[in-house]
Each structure stands twice: as structure tokens, then as C-alpha cells.
């Protein structure tokens, strides 16, 4: 895997979605872990909504263009979290297949083939939220 050095690139089109969201959940491990340590800290989703007003004014929240069922947005919250099939299924309590259906449904309606490129597009969108 490809390692970025944000200090000396500021380009990041040369990344694939997978190491582009890899970055992007190691950044927000970090903060995570930096945040909780402070007293009295504020938030993540607070830190980032603060900082994305900086970067980039506010502007109407994109409308979504796929139609994801609210099962579908939960277990697109746990492939985020990249967790087995196995770990959504007892979390959610359904079964393993009904999960993989659940998986090829979310593919098939985002057009892409893995669960990486489901999550970027889902992001992208705007239709998930990385806690």
C-alpha cells in the first residue's frame, strides 16, 4: 500500500477510493483518540463540521441519488466499520445470507464491486456518516 506524505502532497487524485478511505479513517482514528483525551472535548462530528465550514462554505446537503433502505444504511454503517458479514449478522440479529444479500443489494445499487467502493460512494452521496 501506498504510503502519503500530506506534508509534501497536496494532490491526492493519484489515490484509489480504497486508499483514499483508508486515509480518511486513519485521520479520523487519530482525531478520535486526540479528542478523547482532552477534557471537555468537543465531539468528532462537531470537530468535523467545524473544520469542513472552514474548508468549504456550507451549501445544501447533496440529495442522494440511490435508494438504500434503512437496513441497508445499517449494515453500510458496519461495512464503514469494516466489519465480517459474520459481525453485522450477530449485531443486527439476522442471519449471515440475509446480510450478503443485504451487501449484494448495496453493490448493485452503487454499480460497484466491493464493499470499499459501496462505502466511498455511500459517503460521496452523502448518504453515510462515518462515526
Same mark, same amino acid.
Given at each position: 500500500m501506498k504510503v502519503v506524505d500530506l506534508r509534501v502532497h497536496d494532490d %491526492? @487524485?493519484?489515490? !484509489?477510493?480504497? &486508499? %483514499? %478511505? @483508508? #486515509?480518511? #479513517?486513519?485521520?479520523r482514528r487519530l482525531l478520535a483518540a486526540r479528542l478523547s483525551r482532552q477534557e471537555g472535548s468537543e465531539s468528532m462530528e462537531m470537530f468535523f463540521s467545524r473544520m469542513a465550514e472552514v474548508v468549504e462554505p456550507p451549501g445544501p446537503p447533496p440529495a442522494p441519488k440511490t435508494r438504500i433502505s434503512r437496513r441497508e444504511r445499517e449494515v453500510l454503517h458496519f461495512l464503514a466499520q &469494516?466489519? /465480517?458479514?459474520?459481525e453485522i449478522a450477530? =449485531? %443486527?440479529?439476522?442471519s &449471515? $445470507? =440475509?446480510? *450478503?444479500? $443485504?451487501? !449484494?443489494?448495496?453493490?448493485? *445499487?452503487? &454499480?460497484?464491486g466491493t464493499? $470499499?467502493?459501496?462505502?466511498?460512494?455511500?459517503?460521496?452521496?452523502? /448518504?453515510? /456518516?462515518?462515526d
Open positions: %491526492l @487524485d493519484g489515490l !484509489s477510493e480504497f &486508499e %483514499l %478511505l @483508508d #486515509l480518511y #479513517l486513519r485521520v &469494516e466489519r /465480517t458479514n459474520a450477530a =449485531t %443486527l440479529f439476522i &449471515e $445470507h =440475509t446480510v *450478503k444479500n $443485504h451487501v !449484494s443489494n448495496i453493490l448493485a *445499487k452503487y &454499480e460497484v464493499r $470499499h467502493g459501496a462505502v466511498m460512494a455511500a459517503i460521496r452521496e452523502g /448518504t453515510l /456518516t462515518v
